[in-house]
């Protein structure tokens, strides 16, 4: 069965502090795609990381890539109230160019001051 | 420039009746999308379109059908509504796998 874990699911964070999401995957796609959500609204396209060792960074958030693992890993640096939202990965199914994504079910992030 | 706009916004529909729901782009985009989100279970395929005239089931297709007679719309239909389609539906189009994917705002779809 194919599939996209997500952990943690729910992360309670104080603002100033480091964390990371870990997402993990069955397919053999070398790309790899995160979006954020925010309560209510649609999804925002984050990083798009297209081969093995891909690192993408904007702002306090930074995005990577490791195919052999089969695992991506979104850091968060010194968090702020603002990146609370909702937080997903996705993967191609079969690693081809149709686009047809699997979303791991998301992790929910609440930055507390 | 819109993106992706999706109609209606909201629907409640009773047990049964059947309704459309548009997904337009003005992106002039190939591969257009359906989804669907329920609560804890990320954004599941319904079904997808890689170009004008083309459909493609995705992972939850049944109960639903799609039509893509122009490159910029793909309608998504349900014929006979179950309690169990009540969810958020969003579309997606792509120009090309390597940039993403863009999202419209969502239609918010309950069925009692």
């Known amino acids: 069965e194919l599939k996209v874990e997500q952990n943690p699911l729910f992360l309670s964070m104080q603002e100033g502090k480091n964390y990371t999401i870990y997402c993990n995957y069955s397919t053999t796609s070398d790309r790899l795609y995160w979006y954020r959500q925010d309560p209510g609204k649609s999804l925002e396209s984050l990083f798009v990381l297209l081969s093995n060792g891909a690192v993408k960074q904007e702002g306090r958030l930074m995005a990577s890539l490791d195919t052999k693992a089969r695992l991506s890993t979104l850091h968060i640096t010194a968090a702020v109230h603002d990146l609370s939202a909702t937080y997903f990965c996705?993967?191609?199914?079969?690693?081809?160019?149709?686009?047809?994504?699997?979303f791991g079910k998301g992790t929910k992030l609440s930055v507390k001051p | 420039n819109a993106g992706v706009t999706q109609t209606p916004k909201f629907r409640v529909l009773k047990t049964g009746q059947s309704m459309t729901l548009l997904c337009a782009q003005d992106?002039?985009?190939?591969?257009m999308y359906w989804y669907r989100q329920d609560p804890g279970m990320g954004l599941r395929l319904i079904h997808y379109s890689v170009g004008e005239g083309t459909t493609a089931k995705g992972e939850v297709p049944d109960g639903y059908n799609v039509s893509r007679l122009k490159k910029q719309n793909f309608l998504l239909g349900l014929e006979s509504a179950a309690p169990s389609q009540t969810s958020v539906y969003f579309c997606a189009s792509s120009y090309d796998w390597r940039y993403g994917y863009t999202f419209g705002s969502g239609t918010r779809l309950t069925v009692v």
């Open positions: 992106m002039n985009h190939e591969y």
């Open positions: 996705a993967v191609d199914r079969y690693g081809g160019s149709q686009g047809n994504l699997i």
